[in-house]
């Protein structure tokens, strides 16, 4: 059984190819999270086929030719309308850019992915912290149950935009004269291309820079509360407790076993913070497209 499994989320697409469950080439592609206006269906189908055609699992196989299926997880894919729409464009774009032959293509959000590669589809409950926050639940039916998720704008507490967004504010509060003083004012300054020495550059960078990428600040927040900072630490706290309370808004009576993916989990001791604030233990997943490829498998 030959796969592309395909975790497209809002900082990168992974790719891998596996073969009877066992992942025998990938690749790391930009991300083409699909907007209103233009699902991207075309870039997607473009460097895929190019990855395709470099991939050589053996001389006499075509793996493009050869493909068994496609599967899809991708950020800003959740209703069922929005998957058939992605869906029907994934398989024009396929017939342009990779072949005429299509494989079966199965679509579904990269928090979907996520959740298959923890439990395939037994019940269970995943959390995700990586730009953003959400958590879902299978339950026994087979329907999803979903907590958190809003975006950024909205909440997403506890993740990365999160946790950078707050920092500003911290550092904000910090020259004002309203809060604490804070080391946080360097990642801040790098950020609005200020001097961390210099608190009116950095003043003028905030009320000028655009929050928009402001997730990368989000793992310097949990490095500056490992080395003692209190305002991080404060901020490393509340951002656990808020994740916390996804995981025990989906599970309150703890009778699935729950999981945990994404890159603020790679701090271990904000991994052990939601883990006492959820008082239960949150296994790590660590190779989503791996996990995906031996539970299609299996």
Not at 12 to 32: E, K, Y
Not at 160 to 171: P, Q
Not at 199 to 209: I, K
Request: charged share 20%; glycine share 10%; hydrophobic share 45%.
């Amino acid at each position: 059984m030959r796969t592309v499994i395909v975790d497209g989320g809002g900082s990168t697409t992974d790719v891998a190819v596996a073969i009877n469950g066992v992942i025998v080439a990938r690749t790391v592609l930009p991300s083409i999270k699909p907007t209103p206006a233009d699902l991207h269906t075309d870039e997607l189908c473009r460097m895929l086929g190019t990855f395709l055609a470099s991939t050589q699992i053996s001389p006499d196989v075509d793996v493009t030719s050869r493909l068994d299926g496609v599967v899809v997880g991708m950020a800003g894919v959740w209703s069922s309308a929005e998957i058939h729409r992605y869906q029907l464009a994934l398989r024009e774009s396929w017939e342009t850019y990779v072949g005429m032959d299509v494989p079966q293509l199965v679509v579904m959000s990269d928090a979907e992915l996520v959740m298959v590669a923890a439990h395939g589809l037994r019940q269970g409950v995943v959390l995700i912290a990586g730009t953003g926050s959400i958590g879902l639940r299978r339950m026994p039916d087979g329907t999803l149950q979903r907590s958190g998720g809003w975006g950024p704008r909205i909440d997403d507490a506890g993740g990365g935009f999160w946790l950078g967004r707050e920092a500003c504010t911290a550092v904000a509060r910090m020259l004002d004269g309203r809060g604490p003083s804070t080391l946080l004012i360097r990642p801040v300054a790098s950020y609005v291309r200020a001097d961390a020495e210099d608190p009116e550059s950095v003043r003028n960078g905030l009320r000028r820079s655009s929050i928009d990428g402001v997730a990368r600040i989000g793992g310097a927040v949990l490095t500056y509360a490992d080395e003692g900072d209190e305002v991080a630490i404060a901020l490393r706290a509340r951002g656990a407790q808020e994740l916390a309370a996804v995981v025990h808004a989906l599970d309150p009576e703890q009778t699935c076993e729950a999981m945990v993916y994404g890159s603020l989990f790679h701090n271990a001791v904000y991994h052990a913070c939601v883990e006492q604030y959820a008082d239960r233990p949150l296994t790590r997943i660590d190779d989503v497209l791996a996990a995906v490829a031996a539970s299609l498998h299996g």
